[in-house]
């Protein structure tokens, strides 16, 4: 029983690390690392920084989800965001998520 609990355990490690991957390359194709990394500032904020200040909010993903549509500014400084309209929607809250669950 140990021994499938070890194996059910490093599965599902593998498995995120296959996710955060796969989140990583679509946050690249999509634009997004030109001006972001995920743990450091680039132009814009990096993903952990980003988790961190909207760990708490509930409301963070629909929020952002708009933002990296539309674009913005004000918020990480007076650098703008530009708009993402290109990038499909879904593709926008797949990403978002994965940058919100950023540790």
């Given at each position: 029983m140990k021994?499938?609990?070890?194996a059910l355990s490093v599965?599902?490690?593998?498995?995120?690390?296959?996710?955060?991957?796969?989140?990583?390359k679509l946050?690249?194709?999509?634009g997004c690392m030109t001006c972001h990394g995920v743990d450091k500032k680039v132009i814009g904020p990096s993903y952990k920084e980003i988790a961190q200040k909207y760990r708490a909010d509930?409301?963070?993903?629909?929020?952002?989800?708009?933002?990296?549509?539309s674009g913005g500014k004000g918020v990480?400084?007076?650098?703008?965001m530009?708009?993402?309209a290109h990038v499909k929607d879904e593709d926008i809250k797949t990403v978002v998520a994965w940058i919100?669950?950023?540790?």
């Amino acid at each position: 029983m140990k021994r499938v609990l070890v194996a059910l355990s490093v599965a599902a490690a593998m498995a995120v690390t296959v996710t955060a991957q796969a989140n990583e390359k679509l946050a690249q194709s999509s634009g997004c690392m030109t001006c972001h990394g995920v743990d450091k500032k680039v132009i814009g904020p990096s993903y952990k920084e980003i988790a961190q200040k909207y760990r708490a909010d509930k409301g963070a993903q629909a929020a952002l989800e708009k933002k990296v549509k539309s674009g913005g500014k004000g918020v990480w400084g007076e650098t703008p965001m530009p708009p993402n309209a290109h990038v499909k929607d879904e593709d926008i809250k797949t990403v978002v998520a994965w940058i919100l669950g950023t540790k």
